[in-house]
């Protein structure tokens, strides 16, 4: 199995930034995509940004230019910068970890961006 704890969520103001951060521990053998999905209240789950092995990203339109996805392989950690936020970004984070033998999912993170 593989545990997922993220961090870094919170309240801010629009305009404003913050840094979600997804660490991996347990089976973390051959993690290959990592990524941030969130999920507002009343709203389906969806992606926001991925990230492969090799460094290859990919974001959803409502976040390019805004977020920045990266990865510490060494440490089995993923991040997510959110600069620019928007109220409209307001949801529950969560990080997705796909290995070779696990699709992990965190326990999400609240971020809250007020007008």
């Known amino acids: 199995q593989v545990q997922l704890v993220e961090s870094g969520g919170g309240l801010v103001q629009a305009g404003g930034s913050l840094r979600l951060s997804c660490a991996a521990s347990g089976s973390v053998f051959n993690i290959r995509n990592m990524g941030w999905f969130r999920q507002a209240p009343g709203k389906q789950r969806e992606l926001v940004a991925t990230i492969t092995n090799g460094g290859s990203t990919n974001y959803a339109d409502s976040v390019k230019g805004r977020f920045t996805i990266s990865r510490d392989n060494a440490k089995n950690t993923v991040y997510l910068q959110m600069n620019s936020l928007k109220p409209e970004d307001t949801a529950v984070y969560y990080c997705?970890?796909?290995?070779?033998?696990?699709?992990?999912w965190g326990q999400g993170t609240q971020v809250t961006v007020s007008s």
């Open positions: 997705r970890v796909l290995s070779t033998w696990h699709d992990s």
